[in-house]
């Protein structure tokens, strides 16, 4: 690990404006991503901003829904039980992730922002456009089992690995923001993580310095809430193919999708296909897929997860 310099930020406004003027600077707080990169040396920030302290970390009603503070942590957020009555695909998402002592640690911002877990994005021997632009992505021509197969470029094809965003994705969250001046801003889940193009060091749509200090919920849209993930083990594995899906009882609905790209992915197509059943949904969510030897499998496995989740909604 680098040497860096530390110091606790006293407001939301003053650690975005700490950010701003120091180039390297991080925000730290439960550090369950960062601080790993950091011992690999792949994060090598010159200065932490502690931001625990800011009193980010309720969970209120706003709205008809929920504001949740960047800070709430996982397993407060999933054992909450405004959020397991209205928004239980949220829960059983995060209860999905990670393991307990990780859920007890981590943030609401801090998962929306946890890097891709692509072996060549850990792996400092290899190159990686993410870890270092311009050097090549050694997955292209390597092996891609975990890895995208749609919203891909030709610079990178690494996933997002959040189970919360998935599940955030299909209830239309927002994320709210302040920025080193003071302004706020609202940004949709859809527009917060950014598809890789030819800037694939670049994942979110914040700004320097710009930071997080809640997300928000609308109001409860009833139907039943399933999330489904599938991986190579049954706990304290990353997905390779997860469902987040909301489904009224006449069989239409709502469905984003983890595993199978840069971001959460969901198509307005593919909700308005839902009910017309899984082959129809998949077949709009994966139009275009681009796919590799050791990952085409992702193709029919989302059809086949879709398939289960619309099983479950209708028992």
Aim: overall charge positive; glycine content about 10%; charged content about 20%.
């Amino acid at each position: 690990m680098k040497p860096f310099t530390y110091e606790r930020a006293k407001s939301p406004q003053e650690a975005a404006a700490k950010a701003a003027a120091k180039p390297g600077a991080k925000f730290i707080a439960g550090g369950t991503n960062l601080l790993d990169l950091m011992k690999l040396q792949i994060e090598t920030p010159t200065h932490l901003i502690d931001v625990n302290d800011l009193g980010l970390d309720k969970i209120e009603e706003a709205d008809g829904g929920l504001r949740i503070g960047a800070l709430v942590l996982n397993t407060d957020l999933a054992a909450d039980q405004r959020v397991r009555k209205d928004y239980g695909v949220l829960s059983r998402a995060l209860l999905a992730g990670a393991s307990g002592q990780l859920r007890n640690k981590a943030t609401t911002a801090g998962n929306l922002l946890q890097r891709t877990r692509c072996p060549y994005f850990y792996d400092t021997n290899l190159p990686c456009n993410k870890r270092k632009p311009g050097s090549g992505c050694g997955a292209l021509g390597g092996y891609s089992r975990q890895l995208a197969v749609i919203g891909t470029s030709d610079a990178c094809i690494a996933t997002h690995p959040s189970d919360m965003a998935v599940a955030m994705r299909v209830l239309d969250a927002q994320v709210e923001t302040i920025d080193p001046k003071g302004a706020k801003r609202s940004i949709p889940i859809a527009d917060f993580h950014r598809l890789p193009g030819d800037t694939p060091q670049v994942e979110t749509a914040l700004a320097p310095g710009e930071f997080i200090t809640a997300v928000t919920l609308p109001a409860p849209v009833g139907g039943r809430h399933i999330y489904r993930k599938v991986r190579d083990r049954a706990s304290y594995a990353f997905a390779l193919i997860s469902v987040a899906a909301v489904v009224q009882e006449d069989g239409s609905g709502a469905i984003a999708v983890g595993g199978v790209a840069h971001k959460p992915w969901r198509v307005a197509a593919a909700d308005a296909a839902l009910v017309n059943g899984a082959k129809a949904a998949s077949g709009q969510l994966l139009a275009g897929a681009k796919t590799r030897p050791d990952n085409a499998f992702k193709v029919p496995l989302v059809e086949r997860t879709i398939a289960a989740a619309l099983a479950e909604a209708k028992a």
